[in-house]
């Protein structure tokens, strides 16, 4: 569904490199951000996907797909979820979406973690991430922090590894598709630690 009031998304292809100049801010996101998550969402599917996606649904679906998802979440949100987003000048650098308690083994889950690649290696990933923490600590305090994130992302891997997530256990993901791809799943343990770093 999409909404006049909902600002159109950031074209994240043709715009220039981004260089921070200005800080960037942390807040939680509202619905006006919905096709700016969404277009992201779907960007960064685009680009770190296409060894388990078709190039079909990566080019004709993703967007619908990732903006059903974000209308559903922030126009009927749950009571365990938590959605924060990274942006510098009205322009969105990240976000990410965890849910409390959600599996009765693992406990709270980041469910997205998605960074703009113009911005990566600016820390915008690790704060989101620890932001993330200390909300599951507010909240969520007896529960582990983990998360899943296909076999094939490397990049994404070698980053939660290089900030205290340990490989615990795989599963299978089915795709949009039809294809099924392999995900590892990780954990912090608490996740006192790592919001504290």
């Given at each position: 569904?999409?909404?006049?009031?909902?600002?159109?998304?950031?074209?994240?292809?043709?715009?220039?490199?981004?260089?921070?100049?200005?800080?960037?801010?942390?807040?939680?996101?509202?619905?006006?951000?919905?096709?700016?998550?969404?277009?992201?969402?779907?960007?960064?599917?685009?680009?770190?996907?296409?060894?388990?996606?078709?190039?079909?649904?990566?080019?004709?679906?993703?967007?619908?797909?990732?903006?059903?998802?974000?209308?559903?979440?922030?126009?009927?949100?749950?009571?365990?979820?938590y959605?924060?987003?990274?942006?510098?000048?009205?322009?969105?650098?990240?976000?990410?979406?965890?849910?409390?308690?959600?599996?009765?083994?693992?406990?709270?889950?980041v469910?997205?973690?998605?960074?703009?690649?113009?911005?990566?290696?600016?820390?915008?990933?690790?704060?989101?991430?620890?932001?993330?923490?200390?909300?599951?600590?507010?909240?969520?305090?007896?529960?582990?922090?983990?998360?899943?994130?296909?076999?094939?992302?490397?990049?994404a891997?070698?980053?939660?590894?290089?900030?205290?997530?340990?490989?615990?256990?795989?599963?299978?993901?089915?795709?949009?598709?039809?294809?099924?791809?392999?995900?590892?799943?990780?954990s912090?343990?608490?996740?006192?630690?790592?919001?504290?770093?």
């Amino acid at each position: 569904m999409r909404s006049e009031s909902i600002l159109a998304p950031f074209d994240f292809t043709s715009s220039p490199v981004v260089k921070v100049h200005t800080a960037i801010i942390f807040r939680q996101a509202r619905l006006e951000d919905l096709a700016n998550i969404a277009e992201l969402h779907a960007q960064s599917w685009r680009e770190n996907y296409r060894q388990v996606l078709s190039a079909e649904y990566l080019d004709k679906a993703v967007w619908a797909d990732t903006e059903k998802v974000w209308s559903e979440r922030l126009t009927q949100p749950l009571v365990n979820q938590y959605i924060l987003i990274a942006e510098q000048d009205a322009v969105l650098c990240g976000f990410i979406c965890v849910y409390g308690a959600h599996h009765p083994e693992r406990g709270s889950i980041v469910d997205n973690l998605h960074v703009n690649s113009r911005v990566m290696g600016q820390g915008i990933g690790k704060q989101l991430l620890v932001s993330a923490a200390q909300w599951a600590v507010a909240h969520y305090p007896e529960q582990d922090l983990y998360l899943e994130v296909l076999a094939c992302n490397d990049k994404a891997i070698g980053f939660y590894e290089a900030i205290g997530g340990r490989y615990v256990d795989f599963a299978c993901w089915h795709t949009p598709c039809g294809n099924e791809a392999k995900e590892l799943i990780y954990s912090w343990g608490s996740p006192n630690l790592l919001a504290n770093s």
